[in-house]
């Protein structure tokens, strides 16, 4: 049996409960090393490794951006706490959370405070459901894709909440621009994973990757990758979409009120849907952990291989958007909108006709594959 | 052909919107690793010739560093030998960062005092090397201050004389001191001859001279003081106010001479 992130933790759990009961007399000893305790437990520390692996990732996430657009404006980007400014989102994490939580006097308790919450929580889920090699993986669902793209989308929503319960004009603003934009790209972004599923045959994320071991996905579906591509960035909200936030016209956007841990979240979040989105596309198109079989096996059998390519991949699709924000100016709400509903939909309806026609394709005698939807 | 064309505006050339600026900062990234603009500055300074010349080997064009006008007001050089702790510079600093302080040299009754100069507080006006009746603490062109700590931005008299020594380059523009009209004057019935005045005058000009005791009249009682008054030599005194602030009777005075 190979060596999985659950196995791991199992381990770890029964070595820690066995240490723990030996301790005490057999009732005791008898319920802490019973199954039930050490899958809890086990669970609990599954979780924990994903949250902490997360975070790391999300805060390194930060630190490449912030190098990647520094050496975009012939600048260096943080530089003085550890090798490399390596420290520096550490440092302003812990800023942050020394800092005073506060509420505006007017605003509203209750959508305050969950605002940001909700908005980390439903961003954070996604670790969970997003495979990141056969090893390091939450589970097999069937409708994985579906779900995490289902999660994935409750963000306008946190984001309106908290936007109207700061009440500020600003806020408000931000977060409708927010609510208005998922218009612009939810559909194009649905359409391109169709294309994908139609290839793969199935919505399950494994399957998908394991479809990929052949040929990845972005040969045939270069459209929907576009597509998928830039429906992402108006999804994570990152220039040229980033009319919620928009700096030069409403000050910080929807979390202009926010300060100290709340911010943080806001922030974290961003990035984790970012490093999710990144995520998303490697898993979608880029082949997720399998490397092509031209690659020598000696780069693709060491160990934690699969994780290494696939955060490899992660950190240069992210690069490419760290890019577009760096080239990029702001596009308007309109504009948006057109982009999404003119160009990007038909696109993607292009896709799938393309997707259908590959799948047809691959039943060609020539190809001697028996006639199967996803081959 | 494409000349024939009617210009479309930026707007309706996606390659215009999107290609152009997507090349322009690749190219810059593509760059910036030969050398980013960023200088780190504590560590790598303009001035530092070596810097400039590593800079200009790895990035083929050279860089050059501004060049300081005569009269820039610097830090200050301050020769410890020849200040007579006048006390005129502190007066004159308009942000009350110079403090006198005792430096190795005086005798021990009269404590020699230079000035102290925090670089956190000093406006660089240059009202205290005008000040200086001696011409011992001048400005001079140097500018690079920057510490990490606030502590190292008071400098003790003996960094200030470092800079003397060391020669750095003077601000040559220095006010001639006004001609001084005013004269230390002293209301003679209110003073007791106590000498402060002559002890702390740091150019020794002011002498105390015995003054005849009155004979008392009957029933008269004379005062209890010292028959002395303060002369003062006005071609030596530098007008720095000191005996008329250790005056304990404030019997000296600014006046001018009839």
Request: hydrophobic content about 45%; some cysteine; proline content about 10%.
């Given at each position: 049996m190979a060596t999985t992130l659950y196995s791991v933790s199992d381990a770890i759990s029964s070595l820690l409960l066995g240490a723990v009961g030996s301790?005490?007399?057999?009732p005791v000893h008898g319920w802490l090393t019973s199954t039930d305790v050490v899958t809890g437990l086990a669970v609990l520390i599954f979780c924990a490794i994903l949250l902490v692996a997360s975070m790391i990732n999300t805060i390194m996430l930060i630190w490449f951006e912030r190098k990647l657009l520094g050496r975009f404006m012939d600048r260096r980007g943080a530089m003085h706490v550890g090798y490399a400014g390596l420290l520096q989102n550490f440092a302003d994490g812990l800023k942050l959370f020394r800092k005073n939580t506060f509420m505006p006097r007017e605003a509203d308790r209750l959508g305050y405070f969950t605002g940001p919450t909700a908005y980390m929580v439903t961003s954070m889920i996604l670790f969970g459901i997003l495979p990141v090699s056969s090893g390091w993986n939450g589970g097999s669902l069937p409708l994985s894709l579906l779900l995490a793209l289902a999660v994935f989308s409750f963000a306008p929503l946190f984001i309106f909440v908290s936007a109207w319960s700061s009440n500020n004009k600003y806020s408000l603003l931000g977060g409708m621009r927010s609510a208005a934009q998922m218009i612009a790209y939810e559909v194009p972004i649905l359409l391109a994973v169709v294309a994908v599923v139609i290839l793969a045959g199935s919505f399950d994320l494994n399957t998908i990757v394991l479809e990929q071991?052949?040929?990845?996905?972005w040969g045939p579906l270069v459209v929907a990758l576009f597509v998928f591509f830039v429906g992402m960035l108006a999804e994570m909200e990152r220039i040229p979409f980033d009319l919620p936030e928009a700096e030069a016209e409403l000050v910080e956007g929807w979390n202009t009120e926010y300060g100290g841990m709340l911010f943080a979240f806001f922030m974290l979040a961003d990035y984790v849907r970012a490093l999710i989105g990144s995520l998303l596309v490697v898993l979608l198109f880029l082949g997720g952990w399998t490397m092509p079989s031209y690659v020598p096996t000696a780069l693709t059998s060491f160990p934690l291989a699969g994780i290494f390519w696939f955060m490899l991949k992660t950190y240069a699709v992210f690069a490419i958007f760290v890019w577009i924000r760096a080239s990029l100016p702001r596009v308007r709400t309109d504009q948006l909108l057109r982009i999404g509903w003119m160009r990007m939909i038909p696109l993607a309806l292009l896709s799938i006709v393309l997707a259908g026609l590959v799948v047809l394709a691959r039943c060609l005698p020539v190809f001697g594959c028996v006639p199967t939807l996803g081959g | 052909m494409a000349a024939s064309k009617p210009e479309k505006r930026p707007e309706e050339r996606p390659t215009g919107l999107v290609w152009k600026p997507l090349t322009t900062a690749a190219r810059q990234f593509a760059k910036s690793?030969?050398?980013?603009?960023?200088?780190?500055y504590p560590y790598e300074r303009l001035e530092d010739p070596k810097f400039r010349e590593k800079v200009a080997v790895e990035s083929g064009r050279p860089i050059g560093v501004g060049e300081i006008w005569d009269n820039y007001r610097g830090v200050h050089a301050l020769n410890i030998a020849t200040c007579?702790?006048?006390?005129l510079c502190a007066f004159s600093c308009p942000d009350l960062c110079i403090d006198m302080v005792t430096v190795p040299g005086g005798d021990p009754k009269h404590p020699k005092k230079c000035p102290q100069i925090d670089y956190g507080k000093c406006s660089y006006c240059g009202f205290c090397s005008d000040a200086c009746p001696e011409g011992c603490l001048t400005m001079t062109t140097h500018y690079e201050l920057s510490t990490p700590k606030r502590s190292e931005m008071v400098y003790s008299p003996q960094r200030l004389f470092e800079n003397y020594q060391h020669k750095l380059p003077m601000n040559p523009i220095r006010l001639a001191r006004p001609a001084n009209e005013d004269a230390i004057l002293l209301d003679a019935p209110l003073c007791i001859g106590c000498n402060a005045c002559a002890r702390d005058c740091p150019t020794n000009c002011i002498t105390m001279l015995d003054v005849a005791k009155p004979t008392a009249k009957p029933g008269e009682k004379l005062p209890r003081r010292i028959w002395k008054e303060p002369v003062v030599n006005d071609s030596d005194c530098v007008r720095c106010g000191t005996c008329i602030s250790v005056c304990p009777k404030e019997c000296l005075f600014w006046g001018t001479h009839k």
């Open positions: 301790i005490f007399p057999e071991q052949n040929y990845w996905f | 690793f030969v050398r980013p603009s960023t200088i780190l007579i702790s006048c006390n």
